[in-house]
């Protein structure tokens, strides 16, 4: 059962401008040198001040400008064990862990319906999930490598899926047919009608063909949006971490026209032993598998306070899908999706002296719901319960 808690409040407290971005950086679907397994058991449990500090947030709108807020945070419960995590054997080096375990969506009704349908496509390479009718939740490294905003995300988009239209391209059938139609009933009635019944077989045809080659005409083909302004958790930066910290590894992008898709709802991530069979479920569009919708599950086997260590078989290009449960609503028997967790990806850490590799993903903790849920609805009033 999904657990009403009741959530911190993001106060904003001052925002000021700051010098436009240089958009220089190169987008890394894949991070080197990040804070792992080993490096999370010996983190402090930040202060209340360094919270204000890592929840601050930086704007980026589409003009290139850019803007810092500074919050406050009330009625944060600082858990003392909040880095704790279970020692498991590594793993070798892959992506691909045994068995190919993801299956990609080629049916158009999956791909265009709940909940596969609010998977979205990031211009800079990366996946995204919709959260509401005008904003997107994604993975902070898809737009900032910790120093510096991506070349891609200055003229960043969204694509949302859609299917093809039934012309596919092809020009409207008929034209010419029936000029041909017309100049042989003048001529000679049995050859315009001979021509008529031979139209018909052919359309039959198409349709029969059609049919069979469903699955090279299902691909889906995205309807590209404009980012109107984008959030990042001043976590997320070096200045502020000193390294790259993967507890701040989420962003929202906020589109410049609403879309009319069902989105997919925030939720607090609970922990393993609340999961049904531990598992967790995401979709995404991989690298290795161009232009498919590719979906997953698979169980969790390490958690800290702020991150899932998994091992989902996912490769670059699905990074920023959102992680979600089905559980039942409080008092009620209906199942509801919501998202717990950002994909971060495959990462490589420092563990023992050895770089070691894993699949991550950021929860979503009851600070990051206050954060999110701030930053879709420019208040915290509509963010008490989570």
């Known amino acids: 059962t999904w657990h009403l808690k009741k959530i911190p409040q993001i106060v904003r407290e001052r925002t000021f401008s700051l010098d436009s971005p240089k958009f220089e950086a190169k987008t890394k679907l894949e991070l080197n040198g990040v804070c792992g397994i080993e490096c999370q058991r010996k983190l402090p449990v930040p202060s209340l001040s360094d919270m204000k500090n890592l929840l601050s947030y930086e704007t980026v709108f589409e003009n290139g400008t850019r803007t810092l807020t500074e919050v406050n945070v009330l009625g944060a419960v600082l858990d003392p064990a909040a880095n704790t995590t279970t020692r498991r054997p ?74 093809k239209s039934r012309g596919n391209g092809r020009k409207h059938k008929g034209a010419k047919r029936s000029r041909r139609e017309i100049s042989a009933a003048k001529e000679d009635p049995k050859a315009a009608s001979e021509l008529r019944r031979q139209s018909k077989g052919y359309e039959r045809k198409q349709r029969r063909s059609g049919r069979k080659q469903g699955t090279s005409d299902s691909m889906p083909s995205f309807q590209w949006t404009r980012v109107k302004s984008t959030h990042i958790p001043k976590g997320w930066f070096k200045g502020v971490s000193g390294d790259i910290a993967l507890d701040y590894d989420y962003a929202v992008l906020e589109l410049k026209r609403p879309h009319k898709r069902k989105y997919m709802e925030l939720g607090i991530s609970p922990t393993i032993k609340m999961m049904p069979g531990s598992m967790i479920h995401f979709s995404g569009f991989d690298n290795d598998r161009s232009g498919q919708l590719v979906y997953r599950f698979c169980s969790i086997s390490d958690e800290s306070n702020d991150l899932f260590y998994q091992y989902c078989d996912a490769e670059p290009g699905s990074t920023g899908s959102g992680i979600y449960l089905r559980l039942k609503e409080p008092n009620k028997k209906k199942w509801k999706r919501k998202i717990i967790a950002v994909y971060s990806g495959h990462q490589w850490v420092d563990i023992n002296g050895e770089q070691q590799d894993y699949n991550v993903a950021v929860r979503i903790t009851p600070l990051k719901y206050a954060q999110i849920c701030f930053w879709i609805h420019g208040n915290e009033e509509n963010c008490t319960q989570g």
Request: one cysteine or more; proline letters at 3%; charged letters at 25%.
């Open 90 to 163: 590594l793993r070798k080096k892959r992506q691909i862990y045994g068995t190919d375990s993801r299956f990609s969506i080629y049916d158009k009704k999956f791909m265009t319906n709940f909940p596969f349908n609010t998977a979205v496509k990031i211009s800079t390479g990366c996946s995204g999930i919709l959260v509401s009718p005008k904003h997107v939740l994604t993975a902070a490294h898809c737009l900032h490598n910790g120093k510096d905003y991506v070349k891609g995300s200055k003229r960043l988009r969204v694509g949302l899926m859609k299917t």
